[in-house]
């Protein structure tokens, strides 16, 4: 099943006069109408045109259309945007305003109606498909209680209200926390076990560990925190949020919104920088992570398989 049909979208085709080809227009230029001579005016999906005899001025007259063309063949094709209707006026001065013409002896002028877009752009489909998408990402991502982590982080960097020691006392209750762990003296043989069982890449478990024994140094052994050491907290501390946010975006399968069959209406560039944006901004506002959040995104976006190609 295409991403569209999922999100309940059947797109309405346009077919291609010339070549028969089936397509959701890319766009719809609006576009003043150059009368030629001999244009065909099959091309006007407008009230049919109706020649009055002799002289007069057509019944109906179009001044502007909506102009796109069939991405395989290249043809032009128009519809109509701005439609004149010939109205003969009931009251009216004895000079011919502008717009006014004289016709066996009655003053007629046209009144001009605007005709939406025939088709919806893909762009439309495109930012369905996205509200559905932002809808699912935000839903999923709310189980992880980001917010919790981040409040944490934000008072260590941005608000300077701890300093490395507290962040990393506190950091450590909050992974205790996670692999359900109530008691912060638990042995190193239960931590290290809880972590193992953990789905998290190797490296990142053996960080884990370490964290464990940087918090045992501080205490104990009075260890003073360097700069590497604030490094390295900071790095297991955003690497546990990337995975924790990739887990649990993974089965969503971003990935699929390149199905082949809605290729042709889907724009990878439209939905990459949608997903960047939505991320960027949900992972700022929930951790904080400033001058290292758009690694992150770009990063995540990367594993999850969302790419601009
Ligand atoms: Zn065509």
Request: hydrophobic share 35%; with cysteine; charged share 30%.
């Amino acid at each position: 099943m295409s991403m569209l049909e999922e999100a309940g979208l059947k797109p309405k085709k346009l077919k291609c006069p010339n070549c028969s080809n089936k397509f959701v227009p890319k766009f719809f230029h609006r576009e003043k109408v150059k009368f030629e001579l001999g244009a065909p005016l099959h091309r006007f999906k407008i009230p049919k045109f109706k020649n009055s005899n002799g002289n007069s001025r057509p019944y109906n007259i179009v001044r502007r259309s909506w102009v796109t063309f069939c991405p395989k063949c290249k043809y032009i094709i128009k519809f109509a945007a701005e439609v004149g209707k010939k109205e003969m006026l009931a009251d009216f001065s004895s000079l011919l305003h502008l717009k006014e013409f004289k016709e066996n002896g009655n003053i007629y002028e046209y009144s001009f109606n605007d005709y939406e877009k025939p088709y919806k752009e893909a762009l439309y489909y495109n930012e369905i498909l996205m509200e559905d998408l932002r809808n699912d990402i935000l839903n999923t991502l709310e189980d992880l209680n980001l917010a919790h982590w981040g409040k944490l982080y934000k008072m260590w960097k941005r608000e300077s209200s701890i300093d490395s020691f507290k962040f990393l006392i506190r950091f450590y209750s909050l992974i205790l926390k996670h692999i359900e762990i109530q008691d912060v003296k638990i042995s190193n043989e239960k931590y290290s076990e809880k972590i193992k069982n953990l789905d998290l890449p190797e490296v990142l478990k053996k960080d884990l560990l370490e964290i464990k024994e940087l918090r045992r140094k501080t205490i104990y052994e009075y260890y003073d925190l360097n700069e590497v050491d604030e490094g390295f907290i900071r790095n297991v501390f955003i690497n546990l949020m990337f995975e924790l946010v990739f887990k649990k975006l993974e089965p969503l399968e971003l990935k699929s919104i390149y199905n082949k069959k809605d290729a042709e209406i889907l724009d990878n560039e439209f939905l990459y920088s949608e997903f960047k944006k939505l991320f960027s901004n949900y992972l700022e506002e929930q951790l904080g992570l400033g001058e290292y959040a758009n690694e992150f995104v770009i990063s995540l976006l990367n594993k999850l398989k969302v790419t601009l190609t």
